[in-house]
């Protein structure tokens, strides 16, 4: 996340709570990032110097107006004008996030050897909730190149509860 993607989330949260709207904000965010995935190449038309700003603010009102807020597309459309398209997805990210701090949540990336069953990643939520003090999200992912085990990022910490790591501190225990 950058600095720039922060300020303008940061802008488009606190309008989205004046207006009492970051519901409708989030979904609206949801249909942005839909677009952007349908048609790859348009992040990079609005990031394109090659065209013109006017033209390139004119290709992003087509593609959002009237389905999603006024503000959000202005605030849009002020990010292709300073040069700052790119910033579009971060910017997204970074609302999501002040959105989840603001409700006391938070998100887990989990990966694992196997696909953890409901019961286990609903164990795992529960020790993290505990843990950190707010409610977690999690998105389980399976990478086999584990051999076992959980390893977890969260708060800007990784919490590798893995079979390689675990063999590695026996490991050094022996080693000292």
């Known amino acids: 996340m950058t600095h720039t993607s922060r300020e303008y989330a940061e802008a488009l949260y606190a309008l989205s709570e004046e207006e009492g709207r970051t519901e409708e904000y989030l979904s609206a965010l949801s249909l942005t990032e839909e677009t ?24 992003l009102e087509a593609a959002l107006r009237d389905r999603i807020p006024l503000s959000m597309l202005t605030l849009m459309k002020l990010m292709v004008f300073r040069g ?17 701090e603001h409700r006391g ?19 795992l939520r529960d020790k993290l909730e505990k843990r950190f003090g707010k409610k977690m999200i999690l998105k389980c992912q399976v990478d086999p190149s584990l051999l076992g085990g959980v ?23 022996m080693d000292a």
């Not at 995935?37 to 006017?54: T, V």
């Not at 700052?84 to 989840?100: G, I, S």
């Not at 079979?163 to 225990?173: A, D, P, Y």
């Open 105 to 123: 949540e938070s998100n887990a990336e989990v990966w694992s050897a196997v696909p953890l069953t409901d019961k286990e990643q609903q164990a």
């Open 151 to 173: 390893r977890v990022e969260t708060e800007g910490r990784v919490l590798d509860g893995t079979l390689r790591t675990r063999l590695q501190e026996i490991k050094e225990v």
């Open 36 to 59: 952007l995935a349908e048609n790859p190449g348009f992040l990079m038309l609005l990031a394109s110097p090659a065209i013109s700003r006017e033209e390139r603010m004119n290709a």
């Open 84 to 100: 700052h398209a790119r910033e579009l997805p971060r910017m997204m990210a970074a609302f999501r996030d002040q959105v989840r």
